[in-house]
Antibody, heavy 123, light 107 residues
């Protein structure tokens, strides 16, 4: 069974930093592209960042570019999101999401989601 | 950035009735579009990808259509567990973007 378990969320002051982690199990992590998607309280979904299976291709939403860094450790089946210069509007539930496509050129599909870790930015 | 606009924002439907949800992209996304369902307190769940391909274990009452800029999610006969929020999502261009969601509520 595919499992994605996020951790690292919490309360942080504006301007502070947090590092989110996602522990993956039940599949060959190194074969899959991964994403972070967030959801502010009572709001819709916002894609945050992407990383390819090898970790050498990354993309970011404009709202986090230059402040957030995505990375992965395939040996430890883990995905990370380093968040710096945090702002109040970064407050959200952060989901670790697998892209289930099996090969480049196939349709992307966010087929497995974790339960999320809550980040609250407030003084 | 491609803007995804979903309509209506809220759809009131009786159980057993048909529901039609719309999603429009600000520029063509070809068929690089997915639909997700989110129930209260739960993570989103993949319903449709490639605009019309049903995800694993998704009931046949869910179907997707469209290409380019206009897409539709149809639920042929609403069941109690279908009352939720639905999001469309384009992955044709970076940054990836989601629509604002359509809430399907019991009439």
């Amino acid at each position: 069974e595919v499992q994605l378990v996020e951790s690292g969320g919490g309360l942080v002051q504006p301007g502070g930093s947090l590092r989110l982690s996602c522990a993956a199990s039940g599949f060959t992590f190194s074969n899959y592209e991964m994403n972070w998607v967030r959801q502010a309280p009572g709001k819709g979904l916002e894609w945050v960042s992407y990383i390819n299976s090898g970790g050498d291709d990354k993309h970011y939403a404009d709202s986090v570019k230059g402040r957030f860094t995505i990375s992965r450790d395939n040996a430890k089946n883990s995905l990370f999101l380093q968040m710096n210069s945090l702002r109040a509007d970064d407050t959200a539930l952060y989901y670790c999401v697998r892209d289930g496509r099996q090969y480049e050129g196939a349709y992307r599909r966010f087929d497995h989601w974790g339960q999320g870790t809550l980040v609250t930015v407030s003084s | 950035e491609i803007v995804m606009t979903q309509s209506p924002a809220t759809l009131s439907v009786s159980p057993g009735e048909r529901a039609t949800l719309s999603c429009r992209a600000s520029q063509s996304v070809n068929t690089n579009l997915a639909w997700y369902l989110q129930r209260p307190g739960q993570a989103p769940r993949l319903l449709i990808y490639g605009a019309s391909t049903g995800a694993t274990a998704i009931p046949a009452r869910f179907s997707g259509s469209g290409s380019g800029t206009d897409f539709t999610l149809t639920i042929s006969s609403l069941q109690s567990e279908d009352f939720a929020v639905y999001y469309c999502h384009q992955y044709n261009n970076w940054p990836l973007t989601f629509g604002g969601g359509t809430r399907v509520e019991i009439k």
